[in-house]
């Protein structure tokens, strides 16, 4: 299953947290169910619960404006869809294009999905020093992206979430 959207008091898209927290969340009475997945329930020896999709906070919780995405290893892997950026097989990990002994950072344009195999080959080098090529560029994704690539929706699958989204957020394929 997907990520469960968080809503502040006042309604905003704050985050996702897993299935897991959001029914604890909705447990301690933190948060209220606003949509549940059809026809799925968590089941406990004395409780059946709709599967949280959608949950808002009782309080509000005062959250600073974010211009920017913050960037993530798992981030990194959600944007590439799992996928190697030299091969486009399985990624499990995440390789520097620029490397980090070599003066590289943590940022979404210097970073990529990659399979275990191709981050050792490339090793300690850049992409054309070691003779890759990458299948996509990186790109930094705008807040709204971000989160709805943690849902795991891409652009028009949105649908479902729409009314609890502030505007549809184009999501680069």
């Known amino acids: 299953m997907r990520d469960t959207l968080v809503l502040n008091a006042s309604y905003e898209p704050l985050s996702t947290v897993s299935l897991q927290r959001a029914v604890v969340l909705v447990l301690q009475d933190k948060a209220v169910l606003e949509q549940a997945h059809p026809l799925a329930r968590v089941r406990s020896t004395g409780l059946a ?35 190697c950026a030299y091969c486009g097989r399985r990624a499990s990990t995440v390789d520097h294009l620029q490397p980090k002994s070599r003066g590289g950072e943590d940022s979404w344009l210097n970073t990529v999905a990659a399979c275990a195999e191709d981050n050792q080959r490339k090793a300690d080098r850049t992409p054309e020093q070691a003779g890759m090529t990458l299948l996509r560029r990186p790109f930094e994704p705008t807040p709204e992206a971000s989160l709805m690539l943690a849902l795991g929706l891409r652009a028009g699958e949105a649908a479902e979430l729409a009314p609890w989204l502030p505007r549809p957020a184009a999501v680069a394929a």
């Open 49 to 83: 619960l709709p599967v949280p999709r959608v949950i808002r906070l009782r309080r509000y919780v005062r959250v600073p404006f974010r211009q920017r995405a913050p960037w993530s290893r798992r981030g990194v892997l959600v944007r590439d869809q799992h996928l």
